[in-house]
């Protein structure tokens, strides 16, 4: 598709910053396309089928797309080496404006810095580890993604490629529990879980109503109460019932829906890192806000034999002492 310089270049020098406003004219409100129209710019049936991303991008919890304003260059070059660069995310860091088609909306993205080459994206993740994994400029509260995802750690979502559990049972269709065909889906990407809340809305992570701009909703605190939509983000793809009727671990139920009225239930972030663990199996990662060592000093999970559904951790939970305790 060729679409006219002047659609998105103006003025007489065609000089053009990277910042939103020229995508949103099309890719905005159906008002904002209407216009497009009337100037020639835009084919009038495209106001139907184009989607807002402008009322993404304006959730509480999105890309700061609207916020960031100057920090974009055009000839930058990620990740990010300098450590005091502005964070910043434009619609033309994650899309090549005179290349964008509708099987590759990242092809044609500069790419990504590898030493003193560039080398192109081919994958969502490695579009997210742009500013996500090694980047001079990480805020003190992310995480290098990389980190939690790669295919080393001891468990991992299997974003970077399969993971390495063989049997996964509470795992729902069309995601195979046990891999026998290679057909078999086992297989997950970023925006499986990071989207629009909207199931009609326009796939990326532009924007959400939920917290972490997750497609579903996701509780993270210590006792609140179990139900399908606390843990909804989890549920889609892990069967509820399955997590609830403790087959896999004999005492989920217990820790996720409570012990007693004075006990309640807690987080399955509690427990588990929704990207991975660089220490334990099955994404184990203990949450230190809830979770404490022992007096001597020890918090860990050891599994016993492989995928047996025996374990023991050593920890202090709620003022209760597992020095270790044995499932
Ligand atoms: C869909 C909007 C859009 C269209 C259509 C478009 N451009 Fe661009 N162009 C941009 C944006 C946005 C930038 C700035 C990119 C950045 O800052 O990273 C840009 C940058 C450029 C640059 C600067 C060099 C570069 O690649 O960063 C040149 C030259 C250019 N465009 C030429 C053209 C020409 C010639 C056409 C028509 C054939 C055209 N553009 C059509 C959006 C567009
Ligand atoms: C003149 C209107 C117009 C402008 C301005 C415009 N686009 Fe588009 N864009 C379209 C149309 C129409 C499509 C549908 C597919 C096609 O015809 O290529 C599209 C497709 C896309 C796609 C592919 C996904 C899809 O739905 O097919 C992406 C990504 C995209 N545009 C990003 C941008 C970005 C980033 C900018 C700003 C730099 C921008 N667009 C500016 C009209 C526009
Ligand atoms: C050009 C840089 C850039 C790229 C590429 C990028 N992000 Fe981000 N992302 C940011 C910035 C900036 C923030 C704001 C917080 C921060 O500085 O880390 C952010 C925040 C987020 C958040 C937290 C939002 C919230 O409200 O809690 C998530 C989740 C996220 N990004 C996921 C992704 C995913 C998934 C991809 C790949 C599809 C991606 N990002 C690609 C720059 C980027
Ligand atoms: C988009 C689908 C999807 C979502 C959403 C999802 N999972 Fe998973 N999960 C998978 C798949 C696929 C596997 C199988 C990985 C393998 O084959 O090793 C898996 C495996 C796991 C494992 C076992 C990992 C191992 O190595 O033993 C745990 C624990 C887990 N998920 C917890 C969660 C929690 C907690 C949530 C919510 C925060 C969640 N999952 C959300 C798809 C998903
Ligand atoms: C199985 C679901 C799932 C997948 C897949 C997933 N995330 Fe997340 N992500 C979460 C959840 C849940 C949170 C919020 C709670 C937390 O921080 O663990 C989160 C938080 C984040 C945050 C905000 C916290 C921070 O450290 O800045 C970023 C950024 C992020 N994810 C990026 C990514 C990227 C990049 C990928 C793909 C490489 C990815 N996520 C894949 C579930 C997922
Ligand atoms: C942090 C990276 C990021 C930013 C910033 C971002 N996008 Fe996207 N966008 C994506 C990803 C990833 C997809 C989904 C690609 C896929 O799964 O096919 C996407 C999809 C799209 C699509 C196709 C949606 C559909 O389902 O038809 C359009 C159009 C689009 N983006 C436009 C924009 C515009 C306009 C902006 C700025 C207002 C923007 N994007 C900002 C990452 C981003
Ligand atoms: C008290 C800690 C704890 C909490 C809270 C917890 N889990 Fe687990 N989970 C475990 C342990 C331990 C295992 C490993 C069991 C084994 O030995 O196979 C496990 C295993 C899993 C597995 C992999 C096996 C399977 O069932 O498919 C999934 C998926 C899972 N948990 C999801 C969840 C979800 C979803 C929640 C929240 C609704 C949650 N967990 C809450 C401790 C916890």
Redesign the pocket.
């Known amino acids: 598709m060729s679409k006219s310089c002047r659609a998105c270049h103006r003025g007489m020098t065609m000089v053009i910053s990277g910042e ?1 406003g020229v ?2 004219d099309c ?2 409100t159906a008002e904002r396309r209407d216009i497009m129209v009337k100037r020639g710019y835009l084919k009038q049936r495209a106001v139907g089928y ?2 807002d ?2 009322a ?2 304006r959730k509480p919890y999105a ?1 700061p ?2 916020l960031v304003r100057g920090a974009h260059r055009s000839n930058e070059l990620l990740p990010e080496e300098e450590v005091n660069a502005p964070r910043h ?3 033309v ?3 090549e404006s005179h290349s ?1 088609d ?1 099987e590759t ?2 092809g044609g993205i500069k790419g990504k810095r590898v030493g003193n080459l560039v080398s192109q994206i081919e994958q ?1 993740f490695e ?2 580890y742009l ?1 996500h994994s090694f980047s001079a400029n990480l805020p003190a509260f992310s995480t290098d993604k990389h980190n939690e995802f790669k295919m080393t750690n001891p468990s991992f979502h299997p974003v970077e490629g399969e993971g390495k559990r063989e049997f996964v049972v509470s795992l729902l269709q069309p995601y195979a529990a046990r891999k026998n065909k290679p057909a078999d889906i086992s297989t997950i ?3 499986d879980c990071h ?1 629009s809340d909207a199931p009609d ?6 924007g959400s109503i939920y917290r972490g701009l997750l497609k579903r909703n996701y509780e993270t605190e210590d006792g609140y109460p179990e139900s399908a939509f606390a843990y909804a983000l989890c549920y889609t793809c892990h069967d509820r019932g399955s997590i609830l009727s403790n087959e896999s671990f004999s005492l989920h139920q217990q820790h996720i829906q409570g012990f007693s009225p004075d006990q309640p239930g807690t987080s399955c972030y509690t427990c588990h890192d929704a990207h991975g663990s660089t220490m334990n199996p099955y994404l184990l990662t203990f949450n230190q806000a809830v979770v404490e060592p022992t007096k001597e000093g020890k918090l860990e999970y050891k599994a016993e034999g492989v995928a047996a559904f025996h374990g023991s951790c050593t920890l202090v939970c709620h003022g209760v002492e597992h020095n270790p305790k044995t499932y």
């Open positions: 939103e995508c949103l890719h905005g184009l989607a991303i402008d993404e991008v890309h797309v609207r995310a434009e619609c860091d994650c899309h964008t509708v909306p990242f969502e579009l997210c500013c990407s970023c925006s989207g809305a326009p796939g990326g992570p532009h």
